[in-house]
């Protein structure tokens, strides 16, 4: 880091103590979670512990959404009210806890992206991608930040599966002026309004297609809620030919 970096970082420091990440405790003489280097963020000692993967959950887990299923059946009740073009998602964590409070820092603009990066590297099985083709980022609304984008860019780090960016756009349903509030919209409604939404990227549809053609796909996204985002992509993708699209999240959220 150059020294005037060094110095503004400092200056930061002061004017805004570090606080960590997961419990907004200030953490000036707490130790550094995850990279010397990068002072601006820290975790509190009782935040610092290695987190938790589903993997490792004793509870079975959906086939669907990848959260954990406490229902009887494969998928869990509003998992199997829905048909879906995704085979299934696989999710790092339940989004409650330390990995909710690390997914709305992401969305909240904080300066997370080492800590996403280390976080996910601790619990990633790599041995998940095995026969993708490459990984496509859930394409953000126009204007809006890519974090799932930065998520493939970090997967695609570590399981040497390419990330394709720019596959798909999003694009707001004829007559609608602004991006719909997805929080105040009834599950399954939201469900639903997600497709129509996402079509192939780019002028040469063609083009796409060819990259898309018989491919392994991994969807990738911050956090699986109804799957319609993902759900929309993938009818996208297996129209323009895939053999098959996946979805992988940081976390996934029980309805
Ligand atoms: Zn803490
Ligand atoms: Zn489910």
Request: glycine fraction near 8%.
């Amino acid at each position: 880091m150059a020294v005037t970096a060094v110095l503004a970082e400092a200056a930061r420091a002061l004017l805004y103590p570090p606080r960590c990440v997961f419990c907004g405790e200030i953490t000036r003489f707490a130790r550094v979670f995850y990279d010397e280097e990068n002072f601006s963020k820290y975790t509190c000692d009782s935040c610092g512990e290695p987190l938790e993967p589903l993997s490792a959950s004793k509870t079975p887990l959906c086939a669907q959404c990848g959260a954990e299923n406490a229902g009887a059946g494969e998928r869990c009740p509003a998992c199997a009210r829905r048909e879906t073009a995704l085979s299934g998602n696989y999710a790092l964590f339940l989004f409650e806890r330390r990995p909710r409070r690390l997914v709305l820092a992401l969305k909240d603009g904080e300066r997370v992206e080492p800590l996403l990066r280390t976080v996910i590297k601790g619990c990633l099985d790599a041995g998940r991608f095995s026969g993708a083709d490459f990984l496509a980022p859930v394409p953000p609304w126009e204007g809006r930040p890519d974090h799932a984008g930065l998520i493939a860019r970090i997967v695609s780090d570590i399981t040497g599966v390419p990330a394709l960016a720019g596959v798909m756009e999003r694009v707001l349903p004829p007559g609608a002026d602004k991006i719909p509030e997805q929080k105040r919209t009834h599950p399954s409604k939201r469900f639903e309004n997600a497709l129509g939404t996402v079509f192939l990227a780019g002028r040469d549809k063609n083009l796409r297609k060819s990259e898309i053609l018989a491919k392994g796909i991994f969807l990738i996204d911050d956090i699986y809620t109804t799957g319609g985002t993902m759900n929309a992509c993938a009818s996208v993708l297996l129209e323009a030919g895939a053999a098959w699209a996946k979805g992988f999240t940081v976390c996934a959220a029980r309805e």
